[in-house]
């Protein structure tokens, strides 16, 4: 098993910054994808980013591209989002996912993670 615990959640002003982080323990190897997802009111959960454990090579979805930094600390068991820049329409449940799937098949489009955390709530206000 693997639990996930995120933090950092909150409230924030348009054009303002937030840090997400994500603690990471149990049973994961090197080959893990690690991922944000996130999920507007209304709307169902997206893949906003993901990373890959082993070499930190990363995806990012196109509506957070310049915007969001995803990153892994492999000494810390930690997977971080660094959002810049927030829109209202960022305004969502953030989610840090785990799969034991390869990057290139868990950076899908659909592909389903085995793992989740409990969520936090990124409110931007205008």
């Known amino acids: 098993q693997v639990q996930l615990v995120e933090s950092g959640g909150g409230l924030v002003q348009a054009g303002g910054s937030l840090r997400l982080s994500c603690s990471v323990s149990?049973?994961?190897?090197?080959?893990?994808?690690m991922a944000w997802f996130r999920q507007a009111p209304g709307q169902e959960r997206l893949l906003a980013a993901a990373?890959?454990?082993?070499?930190?090579?990363?995806y990012y979805d196109d509506s957070v591209k310049g915007q969001f930094t995803i990153s892994r600390d492999t000494a810390k068991n930690t997977v971080t989002l660094q959002m810049n820049n927030l829109k209202i329409e960022d305004t969502a449940v953030y989610y840090c996912?785990?799969?034991?799937?390869?990057?290139?098949?868990?950076?899908?489009?659909?592909?389903?993670?085995?793992?989740w955390g409990q969520g936090t709530l990124v409110t931007v206000s205008s």
């Open positions: 149990g049973r994961t190897t090197s080959t893990f994808t």
């Open positions: 996912a785990a799969s034991a799937a390869t990057f290139s098949i868990a950076t899908k489009k659909g592909f389903r993670y085995s793992y």
């Open positions: 990373v890959a454990w082993i070499d930190g090579t990363t």
